[in-house]
């Protein structure tokens, strides 16, 4: 069973605005502040914003309906992401989960697009850290049967989409860090080149009812690992689903808005405060789901204190974040015991939090738990 919560949609205009009093910030602050101390989940809106305009979200929903919707031959060609935490391209039914349920989702991850000249020039100075790098189109041939007809190409439409939402996430942290009683620019200090090492997924849910599977999951039940979750989510069948007071609860699609879940990381810095919400997406059986989810991470080489002085009991306390849990599938945890990087949730917080390790070093070594080999199900 579950429900509909009356989630609140924040309007995030004054954060956008360079005009802004203070004041009229620090409302939104306050907004967000409720909205993460109760849920960890909300909607944010801004009119004045690309993003949130119906005409972008329809051309992106239907880049993505094109991409999945191509011949299953060409599909296999696109090159499918690897082990660790650089992704980058196709992700086959069943290539990658947080459980060993069987999760009914095909993806593509894309993230910053280099120009050929930067990436050299970035190379040759501080070299690509694990989370950079080129992304994995899809060939010019399919590229072009993919723009056949269609005004927007298909490769631009991601790009010009990825980098709006990474420039609303990077506002969202004024008004995070104004929610902490922190100068506004405190957590932009940790994000200066977030966007190179951030990504988006697209997902396509496939109805259950015709896949000759019982399984309802979409997505396990998980908390995202990083600092912010952005996701576009236009189609209005049943999906996302979020755990409250014991419940889930239908998080559903609202017409020109981002959904914004906190991640574990950036609870963890709040001591859990800020909720990183324990959250699924089901399929009703019958319907495909299609949803753009921008998982923004601050800088690979972020070390960020405790940004909160209060202790707070609850989340952070009882260590319950994925980030922290080791997701390796069950048959590997049996010898998990024998590998050097095996550490208890408690230890790997104090470690962070200490910065004894960066965050870019940790998510990578995260990553490779959640692999599965082609489709080795
Ligand atoms: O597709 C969605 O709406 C959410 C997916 C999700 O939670 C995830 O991939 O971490
Ligand atoms: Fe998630």
């Known amino acids: 069973m579950s429900s509909t919560l009356t989630i609140p949609t924040i309007d995030i205009t004054h954060l956008l605005s360079p005009d802004a009093s203070a004041a009229q910030k620090q409302q939104v602050a306050i907004n967000l502040l409720n909205a993460f101390t109760t849920f960890g989940v909300f909607y944010i809106t801004s009119p004045s914003h690309p993003v949130f305009t119906t005409e972008k979200t329809?051309?992106?929903?239907?880049?993505?309906?094109?991409?999945?919707?191509?011949?299953?031959?060409?599909?296999?060609?696109?090159?499918?992401?690897?082990?660790?935490?650089?992704?980058?391209?196709?992700?086959?039914?069943?290539?990658?989960?947080?459980?060993?349920?069987?999760?009914?989702?095909?993806?593509?991850?894309?993230?910053?697009?280099?120009?050929?000249?930067?990436?050299?020039?970035?190379?040759?100075?501080?070299?690509?850290?694990?989370?950079?790098?080129?992304?994995?189109?899809?060939?010019?041939?399919?590229?072009?049967?993919?723009?056949?007809?269609?005004?927007?190409?298909?490769?631009s439409t991601l790009q010009e989409f990825y980098l709006g939402v990474c420039e609303v996430a990077?506002?969202?942290?004024?008004?995070?860090?104004?929610?902490?009683?922190?100068?506004?620019?405190?957590?932009?200090?940790?994000?200066?080149?977030?966007?190179?090492?951030?990504?988006?997924r697209f997902f396509h849910y496939l109805p259950y009812a015709n896949q000759g599977n019982a399984s309802q999951i979409g997505s396990s039940a998980h908390t995202d690992w990083g600092f912010l979750t952005l996701i576009l989510s236009p189609c209005k069948t049943v999906g996302l689903q979020l755990f409250h007071e014991n419940a889930w609860h239908d998080v559903p699609s609202v017409e020109n808005t981002l959904v914004v879940n906190g991640g574990d990381y950036l609870s963890l810095l709040t001591g859990g405060k800020l909720i990183s919400p324990l959250h699924r997406v089901v399929s009703n059986g019958m319907e495909e789901r299609y949803s753009m989810c921008c998982f923004y991470y601050p800088d690979y080489h972020a070390r960020i204190p405790l940004l909160v002085q209060e202790e707070f009991k609850g989340q952070a306390a009882s260590g319950n974040y994925s980030l922290l849990r080791d997701q390796r599938a069950d048959e590997d945890v049996t010898q998990k015991g024998d590998q050097p990087d095996a550490q208890d949730a408690g230890t790997v917080a104090t470690k962070l939090l200490n910065g004894d390790i960066n965050f870019g070093d940790y998510i990578v070594s995260k990553w490779t738990q959640v692999y599965r080999k082609g489709s080795a199900y």
């Open 58 to 155: 329809d051309h992106i929903l239907d880049a993505t309906k094109r991409l999945f919707a191509l011949d299953p031959a060409e599909k296999a060609l696109i090159p499918k992401i690897q082990p660790g935490g650089f992704t980058r391209g196709y992700v086959p039914l069943g290539g990658e989960s947080g459980s060993t349920t069987k999760e009914l989702k095909e993806g593509f991850s894309y993230g910053y697009e280099w120009t050929a000249a930067d990436l050299e020039a970035k190379k040759a100075s501080t070299g690509l850290n694990g989370l950079q790098g080129p992304n994995s189109w899809p060939s010019e041939e399919t590229l072009n049967v993919l723009d056949q007809g269609h005004q927007d190409a298909f490769k």
């Open 170 to 200: 990077k506002e969202l942290l004024k008004g995070i860090s104004l929610a902490l009683a922190l100068p506004e620019d405190e957590l932009a200090k940790y994000c200066s080149s977030s966007e190179t090492i951030s990504f988006m």
